[in-house]
């Protein structure tokens, strides 16, 4: 029900790696499906990664084998750890919350502000 911060982005060289967090500022234990979207220029917004209150997890074709979404329900928080990045990967990433514990559908409530991951070549 909180405000939703992103922390973790920032310049990295192709081939790094990068681990972008998300804190849920409301009170209470949250089991609401949340991820991480990423907007690059000239592209629409895209997920990235969503994760469930259970641990059900899904990822990106781009992102798959490289990236990896984690939450921890008790401090409300959730990671994507970014492995192997490339310079594809640039632009600007949105931590999401949806409505419920719905597993995929739907659309996200509750955004970030959105953090900058900028990968060189």
């Known amino acids: 029900q909180g405000q939703l911060v992103e922390s973790g982005g920032g310049l990295v060289q192709a081939g790094g790696s990068l681990r972008l967090s998300c804190a849920d500022s409301?009170?209470?234990?949250?089991?609401?499906?949340m991820g991480w979207y990423r907007e690059a220029p000239g592209k629409q917004r895209e997920l990235v990664a969503s994760?469930?209150?259970?641990?059900?997890?899904t990822y990106a074709d781009s992102v798959k084998g490289r990236f990896r979404i984690s939450r921890d329900n008790a401090k409300k928080t959730i990671s994507l750890q970014m492995n192997s990045l490339k310079p594809e990967d640039t632009a600007v990433y949105y931590c999401?919350?949806?409505?419920?514990?719905?597993?995929?559908?739907?659309?996200?409530?509750?955004w970030g502000q959105g953090t900058q991951v900028t990968i060189s070549s």
């Open positions: 409301g009170s209470g234990i949250s089991f609401n499906r």
């Open positions: 994760i469930t209150g259970a641990g059900s997890t």
């Open positions: 999401a919350r949806w409505a419920s514990a719905i597993i995929s559908g739907g659309h996200p409530v509750s």
